[in-house]
């Protein structure tokens, strides 16, 4: 065989190699890409930071001493003011500071919400209904 036609082969050779080594690189970039995009959806979606509630899903109004402990745990991100039973818990009470030590974890407590004109939440009521002190 010629030299130039082998020379000729071997960059056609050459080339198609580069060429579906490019593809394949650009085809695992972006299936990379799109693997990064869902795996973020979803860790968003799946948050797993508790989030408590101010009213219950279902049942007769009632909360439990321990929605009300993490609501105080939690006063910071509520941005109100919570009362237990008159005793009142400023919002910018630090989680070290919380002394709840009157709240009744197994009592069951009614809760009352007070909103601003705008319909914001400003004050938070709990009020022990059952349960032994």
């Given at each position: 065989?010629?030299?130039?036609?082998?020379?000729?082969?071997?960059?056609?050779?050459?080339?198609?190699?580069?060429?579906?080594?490019?593809?394949?690189?650009?085809?695992?970039?972006?299936?990379?890409?799109?693997?990064?995009?869902?795996?973020?959806?979803?860790?968003?979606?799946l948050?797993?930071?508790?989030?408590?509630?101010?009213?219950?899903?279902?049942?007769?109004?009632?909360?439990?001493?321990?929605?009300?402990l993490?609501?105080?745990?939690?006063?910071?991100?509520?941005?109100?003011?919570?009362?237990?039973?008159?005793?009142?818990?400023?919002?910018?009470?630090?989680?070290?500071?919380?002394?709840?030590?009157?709240l009744?974890?197994?009592?069951?407590?009614?809760?009352?919400?007070?909103?601003?004109?705008?319909?914001?939440?400003?004050?938070?009521r709990?009020?022990?209904?059952g349960?032994?002190?």
């Amino acid at each position: 065989m010629n030299t130039s036609v082998r020379s000729m082969i071997e960059m056609s050779a050459a080339c198609l190699l580069f060429l579906t080594a490019i593809t394949i690189g650009l085809f695992l970039f972006q299936r990379g890409a799109a693997a990064l995009d869902t795996a973020f959806v979803s860790g968003r979606q799946l948050d797993r930071s508790i989030a408590s509630t101010l009213s219950p899903i279902a049942g007769d109004g009632m909360v439990s001493g321990a929605e009300v402990l993490q609501t105080l745990a939690q006063i910071d991100q509520v941005g109100a003011e919570v009362v237990v039973d008159g005793r009142t818990y400023p919002p910018t009470l630090e989680r070290d500071q919380l002394t709840a030590t009157e709240l009744v974890l197994a009592g069951r407590y009614r809760a009352e919400t007070e909103r601003d004109g705008s319909g914001a939440i400003i004050r938070i009521r709990f009020a022990l209904q059952g349960g032994a002190r």
